[in-house]
């Protein structure tokens, strides 16, 4: 299993909390940039791929001629015979009908969309393009051209978000009948306008919030298959279980990263540096590690047990003590020689996972 990610590095306008690498849209550079995706593509021609994930930045923000180049190309570069699914994530305000057919022509088939809440002045204060009305126009188009594998993101614990609030976002997302809705916490990160306005997180309330979703996506049926992950059936996002089962994964475009033949690699922020450096034939990573048998057993716990599938007891060998201590306290359990969180343990996640690594 080898999966591809592809970074589009554009968006029409930064959103107030997000310090992914994302400049505004300009059209001449993203063309340069799209032939660069191209050329690196080639480095790792004809592999047999099983996932492909677009991301952003805001892939959406691409013209009709753009998406269609890429998405060719790629097709072409690498062995698809064997792909198990193809997701390109949208953003509700560049979403055209025609972009969305375009997708369904070329096999795209999944969606991930950026609602994050269904309050318009939430949406404001965040700094989104969108509206709900703009995101329900926009989702029914993707349904009835023919798309019915498509993710909702939310995000929580936003400044002036009431539970009540929340609960009417998970209600009315609900009866979207999507089969795929990711959670985000709103963390505040360095270099974003909400952080030089010293906004702070309640973290109590994310809390309350996340029990709140959990509770609400078990009524209705969804398998809660990763911490912040909800699917319907089998429709999780093969692509993104594969990063949590630390399978390996070649990453394109600026600020991407790879775990490919033992490798972990990361690419410039740069995206003038990244097409220079491709254009002119070479690579252009800033970080590379060799994965040995010790760091691998180390990630593989600490992205397996996000899932709840869990990760294999044998990875836990010099760990026993530790792992008792957490089943004691009821934090983890222990099926079919599987170690996963139990529920409770869920929102403390991250202070568990680095007890044990
Ligand atoms: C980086 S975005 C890319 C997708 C798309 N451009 C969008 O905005 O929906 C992926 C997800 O990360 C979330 N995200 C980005 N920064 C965040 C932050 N500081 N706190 C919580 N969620 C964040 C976004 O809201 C989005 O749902
Ligand atoms: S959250 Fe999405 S749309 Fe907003 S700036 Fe980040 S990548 Fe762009």
């Given amino acids: 299993m080898l999966g591809l990610y592809i970074h589009i590095p554009f968006c029409k306008k930064k959103c107030f909390y997000c310090d992914f690498l994302s400049i505004n849209y300009d059209d001449v550079l993203t063309d340069e940039y799209i032939s660069t995706i191209i050329k690196e593509s080639q480095q790792y021609k004809y592999n047999s791929i099983s996932t492909i994930y677009i991301g952003g930045g805001t892939p959406s923000v691409l013209s009709l001629k753009q998406l269609e180049k890429l998405i060719k190309h790629i097709k072409l570069n690498f062995d698809i015979s064997n792909l198990q699914e193809f997701t390109v994530e949208l953003n509700p305000e560049s979403t055209t009908i025609e972009k969305l ?183 252009s990573i800033i970080e590379k590690e060799y994965i040995d048998d010790t760091i691998y057993n180390i990630e593989t716990i600490m992205l397996g047990l996000r899932l709840s599938d869990g990760v294999d007891e044998k990875y836990f060998y010099n760990k026993k003590n530790i792992l008792d201590k957490y089943i004691n306290e009821g934090m983890l359990n222990i099926k079919n020689n599987k170690v996963s969180l139990t529920e409770e343990a869920l929102f403390i996640s991250n202070s568990i996972i680095s007890d044990l690594i």
């Fill in 101 to 283: 057919k375009l997708l369904y022509d070329e096999n795209i088939t999944r969606l991930s969309f950026g609602l994050q809440s269904i309050n318009d002045n939430i949406l404001q204060h965040l700094g989104r393009l969108h509206n709900f009305n703009k995101f329900q126009e926009v989702y029914n188009n993707a349904i009835r051209i023919g798309f019915d594998n498509i993710n909702i993101d939310l995000m929580y614990g936003i400044q002036n978000q009431t539970l009540n609030d929340w609960e009417k976002t998970i209600d009315t997302v609900l009866k979207f009948n999507s089969n795929h809705i990711s959670l985000y916490p709103l963390t505040i990160e360095q270099g974003t306008k909400f952080y030089q306005q010293n906004i702070k997180v309640d973290t109590d309330l994310q809390r309350q919030m996340y029990e709140i979703a959990c509770n609400m996506f078990k009524i209705n049926k969804f398998k809660h298959y990763e911490i912040s992950n909800w699917a319907k059936e089998d429709k999780y996002s093969k692509h993104n279980k594969m990063y949590w089962q630390n399978k390996e994964y070649i990453g394109l475009g600026a600020s991407s990263a790879s775990y490919y033949k033992r490798y972990r690699f990361k690419n410039t922020l740069s995206i003038s540096e990244y097409i220079k450096n491709i254009t002119h034939g070479k690579n």
